[in-house]
């Protein structure tokens, strides 16, 4: 099992260009994340999905979107990419709280800068 | 919503010293506390967790201690090592809260 992926791995953009981020899962996982994490900050999470066809957003979802169109992918958006945009972002993947966790299995990250 | 406040931010130890790591949560629904390890330019990868139903669990060096009244979990690690150095977050989950509150890291250094 490949377990959770992210492409790319590092990328730049200018201000004003756009991308997107891709996270894929084989673990059959219901929910995913993703989190942005940058010096001092800790996790903070962008936006979430606890299933096929539903996202919610978490902390800090301005400048995003999301979707979700199969269960194993998670795709992250930015229209209008901003300096305040740099960071490493990580998605993450879990099993439902029905089942009383939520480990979160994090992909190896994409790291992001914007000129 | 829940609020995970994690002290201290920074810790540095000998090797072969005792470290502890404190959270503090705010939702008395949460029921699910994970701590995660994150080594430097590594992804955080889950290394002990607890529900609400026990107060204590160990693997080897590892331990974590819960404590629901006063809504406080802990993190020790024995006899430390250097390769114990990374980040170590710990987080909160459950009842109506899906998605987990990570607090805001702790800096361990194990000096040799």
């Known amino acids: 099992n490949a377990g959770v992926t992210q492409t790319p791995k590092f990328r730049v953009l200018k201000t004003g260009q756009s991308m997107t981020l891709l996270c894929a899962q084989d673990m059959n996982h219901e929910y995913m994340y993703w989190y942005r994490q940058d010096p001092g900050m800790g996790l903070r999470l962008i936006h979430y999905?606890?299933?096929?066809?539903?996202?919610a957003k978490g902390e800090v979802p301005d400048g995003y979107n999301v979707s979700r169109l199969k269960k194993q992918n998670f795709l992250l958006g930015l229209e209008s990419a901003a300096p305040s945009q740099t960071s490493v972002y990580f998605c993450?993947?879990?099993?439902?709280?029905?089942?009383?966790?939520?480990?979160?299995?994090f992909g190896p990250g994409t790291r992001l800068t914007v000129l | 919503g829940e609020n995970v406040e994690q002290h201290p931010s920074t810790l540095s130890v000998q090797e072969g010293d005792s470290a502890v790591i404190k959270c503090t949560y705010s939702d008395s629904a949460s029921n699910y506390f994970p701590w995660y390890k994150q080594e430097l330019g590594k992804r955080p990868q889950l290394i002990i967790d607890i529900r609400s139903n026990v107060g204590e669990k160990k693997d080897q060096r590892i331990a974590v201690t819960l404590n629901k009244t006063a809504k406080h979990f802990s993190l020790h690690i024995t006899e430390t090592q250097p390769e114990d150095s990374a980040v170590y977050f710990c987080a909160a989950s459950g009842g109506s809260n899906y998605k987990p509150t990570f607090g805001k890291g702790t800096l361990l250094t194990v000096n040799p």
């Open positions: 999905s606890v299933g096929e066809g539903t996202t």
């Open positions: 993450a993947s879990s099993y439902s709280m029905d089942r009383g966790y939520n480990e979160q299995f």
